[in-house]
């Protein structure tokens, strides 16, 4: 079946720790997202890419890091800069034009301890 | 000023009603519109595009008058697995494909 997958799908980390979340795709699309959700709160980008090797700051950048290095995968790095990490996180891509819908994985919702 | 802004929720609705959701959007050089369902603790799932000229699936109809800069869903006979959390989302032309988040209104629907 084809679709994106993020995992894990719940992550505790301890203050000072750097975490990577993983997304994968086998939607053949070109283009990937990362987003954030607090409660109560719509999504706000964190990174994003329209091709391999090639990514752009979203609105919230700051504390985070992101790679493409392969059309499949966009894997994000939260740092130990990033001052409230505790945070549902949504990775998402999209096919062909910016016209086109995004469609998104499931999530990890991440938890600093 | 948020750059979209959707009706404040919840809405509580008895199944059967109909119910209407307004959001408004700032950037004239957005492009796509989309309404988006999002269920408790999951991932949001698109709902309907919107089309200048308006478009209805089913029970959804969605609007969009680009001189008011204003976009509604309208859910008719509604269903208990209606109930979820609408995003009013907006591409802007031009920037990478990155949509714009509404905060979402939240719809219960009670038997």
């Known amino acids: 079946d084809g679709g994106i997958t993020q995992s894990p799908k719940y992550l505790f980390r301890k203050e000072g720790q750097n975490v990577t979340l993983s997304c994968e795709q086998n939607?053949?699309?070109?283009?990937m997202y990362w987003y954030r959700q607090d409660p109560g709160q719509g999504l706000r980008l964190i990174y994003y890419?329209?091709?391999?090797?090639?990514?752009q700051k979203g609105d919230i950048a700051e504390g985070y890091s992101v790679s493409r290095e392969k059309k499949e995968s966009f894997p994000l790095t939260v740092t130990s800069a990033q001052k409230n990490p505790t945070a549902f996180y949504l990775c998402?891509?999209?096919?062909?034009?910016?016209?086109?819908?995004?469609?998104f994985g499931p999530g990890t919702r991440l938890t600093v301890l | 000023r948020k750059e979209v802004e959707q009706d404040p929720g919840p809405f509580n609705v008895p199944e059967g009603a109909t119910v209407a959701f307004n959001c408004t959007y700032s950037?004239?050089?957005?492009?796509?519109f989309f309404w988006y369902r999002q269920d408790c603790r999951k991932e949001p799932k698109l709902l309907m595009s919107?089309?200048?000229s308006g478009n209805e699936d089913g029970r959804f109809t969605a609007q969009l008058n680009r001189a008011s800069q204003y976009i509604s869903l309208l859910i008719r006979d509604s269903k208990l697995s209606d109930s979820a959390t609408y995003l009013c989302?907006?591409?802007?032309?031009?920037?990478?494909?990155?949509?714009?988040f509404g905060q979402g209104t939240e719809l219960s629907v009670k038997p």
């Open positions: 998402a891509s999209r096919k062909g034009t910016s016209r086109n819908e995004q469609f």
């Open positions: 939607l053949n699309h070109d283009a």
């Open positions: 890419s329209q091709i391999v090797n090639d990514f």
């Open positions: 950037n004239s050089a957005s492009q796509s």
């Open positions: 919107v089309y200048s």
């Open positions: 989302v907006v591409n802007i032309y031009n920037q990478g494909g990155k949509l714009i």
